[in-house]
Nanobody, 126 residues
Framework: VQLQASGGGLVQTGGSLRLSCLAS????????MGWFRQCPGKEREFVAA???????YYADSVKGRFTISGDNTKNTAYLQMNSLKPEDTAVYSC?????????????????????WGKGTQVTVSS
C-alpha cells in the first residue's frame, strides 16, 4: 500500500489548507485512515482519524478547527484545516490501519498504524 499526502504549503495565521491522502496499490483492505504531524525535535503527534464507518476522532488541539473526511470511491482522505495557528506548523503524514477500532487510545497511537506515507509540510506564519 502506498500513501501520498499532498496539499501542504505556507499560509498566514487564520488561513486554511486542505490536505489529501491517496491510498493505492496492494490490497486496500484497511479500516482507519489517520493524520499525524511532527515538528523537528518533537514526537509525532496525532491529529485526526476516520474509520470506514465514518467515525471521526480528533486531538484536542485541533477540535473545532480541523475536519477529517474520506471518499472511499477514491481511496482518499482529506484534512480540512481552518483557523490555522503558528503552532500547527509541522510535517503532516497520513497512515492507514488494517483493523477496526473505536478506541481513541488506539487510534491516536502511531504504532497502531500499518502503513505510512511521506509527509507534506505545513507552515503557518505569524
Amino acid at each position: 500500500v502506498q500513501l501520498q499526502a499532498s496539499g501542504g504549503g505556507l499560509v498566514q495565521t487564520g488561513g486554511s489548507l486542505r490536505l489529501s491522502c491517496l491510498a493505492s496499490g496492494g490490497t486496500l483492505n484497511y479500516s482507519v485512515m489517520g493524520w499525524f504531524r511532527q515538528c523537528p525535535g518533537k514526537e509525532r503527534e496525532f491529529v485526526a482519524a476516520i474509520t470506514g464507518s465514518g467515525g471521526t476522532y480528533y486531538a484536542d488541539s485541533v477540535k473545532g478547527r480541523f475536519t477529517i473526511s474520506g471518499d472511499n470511491t477514491k481511496n482518499t482522505a482529506y484534512l480540512q484545516m481552518n483557523s490555522l495557528k503558528p503552532e500547527d506548523t509541522a510535517v503532516y503524514s497520513c497512515a492507514v490501519r488494517r483493523w477496526p477500532s473505536n478506541s481513541m487510545n488506539v487510534l491516536s497511537t502511531a504504532q497502531n498504524y500499518n502503513y505510512w506515507g511521506k509527509g507534506t509540510q505545513v507552515t503557518v506564519s505569524s
